[in-house]
């Protein structure tokens, strides 16, 4: 074959080599999530998972995609990237728990202009330590290099999760008049709102390295605390009994999140006095003048995720999640009417 004296692929921008090494890195953090029914390590055209020998004998499957949204900007101009993996898996695999789904694996794409091998570890890490914590396995990915495509430095993450529920056992299921409502206390912002967060914070004149007015940290850091994954005391939860609904409380909040698991007929009543307002929301609320209505409908506003329990049941379940770690607040019941209605304050 005649060689000529022309461009690369490497010359254009697209580095291959540097693609090799960050599969490399990454392999002993993907083998660290390894769970039943992994079958292979990464490195093949495609991801393989047993659900037999995951221990389902009629299973259904779930499926669930999202990315980390504008938060990714804080942590590309703080360089604080590794716990954006961690928003990525818990924004999917929260999302699966609510249908009543173990989370089994995960997938990830990440896209940037010029291939970094140590950024792009660090966020991959991040990954797989949100596995880890699901109990999914980080089974395949794709790393997109594109010049011209991203700012330098810049890059972008979707994540992709697949889980398993056996037939019949899906969620919502059972909502009745009377069910309580289980509020679990997020980790902050979570991953949702940040176009409003970094507006309020321009408003502000604050830059990511100065003190957070709301902790001890910079700004930047505070505001990139990851999402909390509810995985696995939720789901010990389910399978205990008791539990006919859940809602992963991101963007739409409280006001928007808890109609989509309510039958037709029935709506919610919360009662805002049940649990305080956590500092970085009532930072959000006052500097940036938000009435409390915007707060609920575009933050958790302290509350990740929701549990729909029977009322013979609630203190039970509420005493197993506090058992798992989880801040348990009982912020309402379920009532004949429509949507989310409000009674207290939480400003």
């Known amino acids: ?28 953090a993907a083998k660290a999530t390894e769970r039943p029914g992994t079958m292979a390590g990464l490195g093949g055209f495609g991801a393989l998972f047993d659900l037999k020998a995951a221990g389902y004998s009629d299973p259904i499957l779930v499926a669930a995609t999202d990315g980390v949204g504008t938060k990714l900007r804080i942590a590309i101009d703080t ?32 896209a940037t202009g010029k291939l970094s091998v140590d950024d792009a570890a660090k966020v991959v890490e991040g990954i797989a330590a949100g596995c880890r914590t699901a109990g999914a396995a980080l089974i395949g990915g794709e790393t997109a290099e594109m010049p011209g495509m991203y700012p330098a430095g810049d890059f972008d993450l979707a994540g992709f999760a697949v889980g398993a529920m056996e037939r019949g056992s899906d969620l919502p299921a059972g909502v009745a008049e009377g069910d309580v409502l289980l509020g679990l206390a997020s980790d902050g912002v979570h991953s949702n709102g940040y176009s409003l967060v970094r507006r309020v914070a321009e408003m502000a004149g604050l830059g990511w390295t100065d003190a957070a007015p709301f902790a001890d940290d910079t700004l930047g850091e505070a505001l990139l605390a990851p999402t909390r994954i509810y995985v696995r005391p939720v789901l010990d939860a389910v399978r205990a009994g008791g539990v006919h609904a859940l809602a992963h409380i991101t963007g739409g909040g409280l006001t928007e999140n808890l109609p989509r698991v309510l039958p037709e007929g029935l709506g919610a009543s919360i009662d805002l006095n049940s649990w305080s307002l956590p500092p970085v929301f009532r930072w959000l609320a006052e500097t940036g003048g938000l009435a409390e209505s915007e707060l609920l409908k575009t933050f958790n506003a302290g509350i990740g995720m929701v549990a729909v329990v029977s009322a013979d049941r609630a203190e039970d379940i509420a005493a197993q999640l506090t058992a798992s770690g989880e801040t348990v607040f009982t912020i309402g019941r379920i009532a004949a009417g429509e949507g989310v209605t409000y009674e207290g304050s939480l400003l």
């Open 1 to 28: 074959m005649t060689e000529r004296n022309g461009l690369s692929y490497a010359e254009a921008g697209v580095d291959i080599d540097a693609g090799n090494a960050l599969v490399e890195r990454i392999k002993p």
């Open 79 to 110: 360089g604080i990237t590794g716990g954006v993996g961690i928003d990525l898996v818990a924004m999917c695999v929260n999302d699966l728990v609510c249908q009543g789904a173990e989370p089994l694996f995960f997938l990830d794409y990440f």
